[in-house]
T-cell receptor, first 113, second 112 residues
Framework: ELKVEQNPLFLSMQEGKNYTIYCNYSTTSDRLYWYRQDPGKSLESLFVLLSNGAVKQEGRLMASLDTKARLSTLHITAAVHDLSATYFCAVDLYGGATNKLIFGTGTLLAVQP | DAEITQSPRHKITETGRQVTLACHQTWNHNNMFWYRQDLGHGLRLIHYSYGVQDTNKGEVSDGYSVSRSNTEDLPLTLESAASSQTSVYFC???????????FGPGTRLLVL
């Protein structure tokens, strides 16, 4: 059974600081997705990582994928309040292109002024 | 603009009633998905479809059914609603099996 674990589950950080969210998964997969969810809202796609060593960056967020370690990271640089949200990683269930996603439980990020 | 919509946005029903949640997308995507979101569980896949007349069970499909009669719609039916099905339901679609999924606004369902 594929398990996707995120840590930390809750992260309170100050504006201007850097931090990393980790996403570990239990079976082989080279497809990983990151989403953002604001309170009471839908999910918004952030990154699609489709191969080992993939790195994507958008603004203050950078995501990477290490398929050998079964680990993805979402790095936040110089956090700002607007980044406060819940971040989810998701892994393709069978490791290949099925688009059947198993989600982590999410990381609630609160950026304090 | 192309979009994905869900209706109703909020629903209160009673135990034992049949409930259908609608999902409609205008992107012409072949792949469509239903998830439920509960505290502590993230999102869990209920059913999915790769095209017209194709439906498949996800990890939490018991008590739910879907049908796909056209590309645009994937309605989710709760055959006999139970209190354990109180949740937020999200529909999503994708263009390719590697691509990102685009999520609808969600339906909050309360089963009393």
């Amino acid at each position: 059974e594929l398990k996707v674990e995120q840590n930390p589950l809750f992260l309170s950080m100050q504006e201007g600081k850097n931090y990393t969210i980790y996403c570990n998964y239990s079976t082989t997969s080279d497809r990983l997705y990151w989403y953002r969810q604001d309170p009471g809202k839908s999910l918004e796609s952030l990154f699609v990582l489709l191969s080992n060593g993939a790195v994507k960056q958008e603004g203050r967020l950078m995501a990477s994928l290490d398929t050998k370690a079964r680990l993805s990271t979402l790095h936040i640089t110089a956090a700002v309040h607007d980044l406060s949200a819940t971040y989810f990683c998701a892994v393709d269930l069978y490791g290949g292109a099925t688009n059947k996603l198993i989600f982590g439980t999410g990381t609630l990020l609160a950026v304090q002024p | 603009d192309a979009e994905i919509t869900q209706s109703p946005r909020h629903k209160i029903t009673e135990t034992g009633r049949q409930v259908t949640l609608a999902c409609h997308q205008t992107w012409n995507h072949n792949n469509m998905f239903w998830y439920r979101q509960d505290l502590g569980h993230g999102l869990r896949l209920i059913h999915y479809s790769y095209g017209v007349q194709d439906t498949n069970k996800g990890e939490v499909s018991d008590g739910y059914s879907v049908s796909r009669s056209n590309t645009e719609d994937l309605p989710l039916t709760l055959e006999s609603a139970a209190s354990s099905q109180t949740s937020v339901y999200f529909c999503a679609s994708s263009e390719s099996l590697e691509g990102t999924q685009y999520f609808g606004p969600g339906t909050r369902l309360l089963v009393l």
